[in-house]
């Protein structure tokens, strides 16, 4: 059995360490980003893109009921060539009133299902942080300790290395054959 253990590199221990704190911080950074994403996509979803397309229904039914008026006025007035062209922007209003309320449409779906289709993944990224800050948190911890410990017991001596070795016999004693000359 060895006397003592062989610790070789404290500093590989240590650089192990400090990656892995290095690490836990950025993935921690990335699930802040990502939570933090998430929450601009629903306030984009469920505030400001419902404001914009009933603003733009708001805007295109204005530009429908001008072009209401000019096809009004260009009937009025006989023009037949004038006529087909204000009917023109009248459809094209017209479209662009029910692409809006599409889109708006749209979005109103799309709030319907958010929470749906968001939940699951966002339940694993919160999986993902507990485990970033509680393991990581508790591994990092344990190498430290596991560091200081080692690094305690490299600086201790060997017991054994400080009392010296009693000698196996004393000089004096000679066994009887060896006394005598060789006969």
């Known amino acids: 059995m060895p006397e003592s253990a062989?610790?070789?590199?404290?500093?590989?221990?240590?650089?192990?360490?400090?990656?892995?704190?290095?690490?836990?911080?950025?993935?921690?950074?990335?699930?802040?980003?990502?939570s933090d994403e998430v929450t601009r996509?629903?306030?984009?979803l469920e505030s400001e893109r419902p404001v914009f397309w009933q603003s733009q229904i708001r805007r295109f039914s204005r530009e429908l009921e001008q072009a209401q008026q000019e096809l009004f006025?260009?009937?009025?007035s006989?023009?037949?060539?004038?006529?087909?062209?204000?009917?023109?922007?009248v459809q094209k209003a017209r479209r662009a009133i029910a692409g809006a309320e599409e889109k708006l449409k749209l979005v109103k779906q799309w709030q319907r299902q958010f929470d749906q289709r968001v939940e699951s993944p966002a339940r694993q990224v919160e999986k993902l942080r507990?485990?970033?800050g509680?393991?990581?948190?508790?591994?990092?911890?344990?190498?430290?300790?596991m560091t200081q410990t080692l690094s305690a017991y490299?600086?201790?001596?060997?017991?054994?290395?400080?009392?010296?070795?009693?000698p196996a016999a004393p000089a004096e004693e000679t066994s009887p054959a060896k006394e005598g000359p060789p006969s």
């Open 41 to 44: 996509a629903r306030v984009w």
């Open 154 to 166: 490299a600086e201790l001596s060997p017991t054994g290395a400080a009392t010296p070795k009693a």
């Open 130 to 132: 507990y485990h970033l």
């Open 134 to 145: 509680h393991d990581l948190g508790r591994a990092v911890a344990w190498l430290n300790e």
């Open 73 to 76: 006025s260009a009937q009025l």
């Open 78 to 89: 006989g023009l037949r060539d004038a006529s087909y062209a204000q009917q023109a922007n």
């Open 6 to 34: 062989k610790v070789t590199s404290l500093e590989a221990i240590e650089s192990f360490r400090a990656r892995l704190i290095i690490y836990r911080d950025k993935a921690a950074r990335v699930l802040d980003e990502v």
